[in-house]
């Protein structure tokens, strides 16, 4: 069952830091977002693979919005 990661609050994707195909480990950082001048890390919650990229980096996404899934 694939693993869906979305963001937790409204940001802008300051950098993607995986690419499709690309194996991940559980902690590993995703991508990074940034809002009110933080960067905030998105963590891999489970090992596995990048099957698909939603969002690209300077693109603004809303909270619960799909970011990556992994399978």
Known sequence: MPDEVRAEIVASVW???VQVGEAVQAGDVLAILESMK?????HA?????VR???VCEG???TEGQLLVVLG
């Open 45 to 49: 919650e489970t090992a596995g693979t």
């Open 59 to 61: 693109e603004s996404v």
């Open 38 to 42: 933080m960067e905030i890390p998105v």
């Open 15 to 17: 950098k993607v830091c």
């Open 52 to 54: 698909t990229l939603s």
